[in-house]
């Protein structure tokens, strides 16, 4: 099967309704009020962390999601239908990740969030807000309100779906170590083996059931000398081991050099990341079935600073019972983390603080509140724009810009648009 692990994606929430401008028309009634009705709200994009998935194949096929727009208001007051929020499964484990790329220095990342429990739901992209119909407007001193709000846009965001497996034990080691094999034995895992480097081009997950306890395991491929620079598979795959408890380190007992060979392991994972590196480790030296006795001697005098070691053949399944046994106690004496799923969220608008500055053909005013205000009026109904004047008005926004210095016409640009400067 195939497997991804990073992909880029655009997200489009959908747009919310428009509310409607509408009167009653009745017989019999001869002074029929306004009666538009509210637009519905867009629909939202949501991540949903689950275990049933492992890759992120299906966004290779389709990069770009779109949620439904809500529907426009409708006349005697009815609400336009909400759209249905677009709830898009992830493996556990994906991590959503944005890139800010400043205009001087490199790119950054950062990440939104890590849904690591299945579970877990991310707001992706927020659908947009349903404008208000001109029902919601009609006052004792003003009884025929000739707008409506505009619906809100829905949020667009590009940002990269990183996936880093979730597995407790990871089994790591040289090409042709017989991580695989030892995978396969041990679980439920049927990872497809062959006898040359590179065998394994993706991560192999298993769940391995012992003595009560239940856990899943994953093979990591392609660490060679070098791969924390990118060499062999290195960096594609080192990251799927960060959230592991324990390692089993697999060696093969026909090396010429085991020792050297559990170093160039062990200097790869240091130079990637010092926190891997120090998660605890179970040797387990394979391939001891073709061994002589007296090679089987030399390895029982081998040491491996602090780590526990095992001789074991994963053909024959020689010496896995004990290596289990030190991988679950290794298991339990790691503290348990709280279990929570918690649901993330992008922070927010409404937010009354706002910003006016001088710029060189006119005035900026900055604030997510008044340019989410600016989006959803009609700029080309006057009724609409003279209740945004009011409403700029009232936030002290008509006075902070007399005071530093506009002047009637002068240009102000809110968020994407740009009205002229009225005392009202």
């Known amino acids: 099967m195939a497997f991804a692990d990073e992909v880029k994606i655009n997200a489009k929430a959908g747009n919310g309704g ?14 029929g009020g306004p009666d538009g009705g509210d637009g519905g709200q867009g629909g939202s994009i949501i991540l949903l962390a689950d275990h049933n998935e492992t890759s992120l194949i299906g ?6 999601l779109r949620a439904d727009d809500g529907v426009g208001g409708k006349a005697q007051k009815k609400a336009g239908k909400s759209a249905a929020d677009l709830v898009v499964k992830v493996p556990v484990g994906t991590q959503v990740v944005v890139v800010s790329s400043p205009k001087r220095g490199k790119p950054t990342e950062h990440i939104l969030a890590d849904l690591d429990r299945s579970g877990e739901r991310f707001v992706l992209a927020r659908g947009g807000s349903g404008g208000l119909g001109n029902s919601h407007f009609a006052r004792a001193s003003f009884q025929t309100p000739k707008f409506a709000e505009l619906g809100e846009p829905g949020d667009e965001r590009e940002v990269i779906l990183r996936l880093k497996m979730i597995a407790e034990v990871g089994i790591i080691g040289l090409p042709n170590a017989g991580k695989s094999t030892l995978l396969s034995v041990i679980s439920q895992a049927r990872p497809k083996i062959a006898d040359y480097a590179f065998t394994t081009l993706v991560p192999n997950l298993g769940i391995i059931d012992f003595k009560g306890k239940r856990f899943m395991a994953a093979d990591i491929p392609g660490i060679i000398e070098g791969a924390h620079l990118g060499k062999g598979l290195g960096l594609d795959f080192l990251k799927h081991i960060e959230r592991t408890k324990v390692l089993i380190h697999v060696l093969d ?26 998660k605890p480790q179970v040797i387990a030296i394979n391939k001891t079935d073709v061994l002589t006795s007296t090679s089987l001697a030399e390895l029982r005098k081998l040491k491996f ?8 053949s994963a053909v024959t399944h020689l010496g896995l019972e004990p290596l289990l046994y030190d991988v679950l106690d290794t298991l339990n004496a790691i503290p348990a983390k709280p279990v929570a799923i918690p649901t993330y969220t992008i922070a927010d608008l409404p937010n009354e603080r706002y910003e006016v500055v001088k710029r060189a053909r006119g005035w900026q005013v900055k604030g997510k509140k008044i340019e989410r205000m600016l989006i959803k009026t009609n ?29 009637e016409g002068d240009r102000v640009k809110i968020g994407k648009f740009t009205i002229e400067y009225r005392i009202v």
Do not use: C, W
């Open 18 to 31: 428009d509310g409607l401008v509408s009167f009653r028309r009745e017989r019999y009634i001869d002074k």
């Open 59 to 64: 966004f290779l096929r389709n990069k770009n």
């Open 253 to 278: 007992g026909t090396s010429g050099d085991i020792k050297a060979d559990f170093k160039a392991i062990n200097t790869e994972l240091k130079k990637y990341s010092k926190t891997l590196a120090a």
């Open 305 to 312: 600073g602090r780590y526990p070691v095992h001789r074991i």
């Open 379 to 407: 700029l080309q109904n006057e009724q609409a724009l003279g209740r945004l004047y009011k409403i700029l008005k009232r936030m002290g926004v008509q006075a902070e810009l007399k005071k530093i210095g506009a002047k």
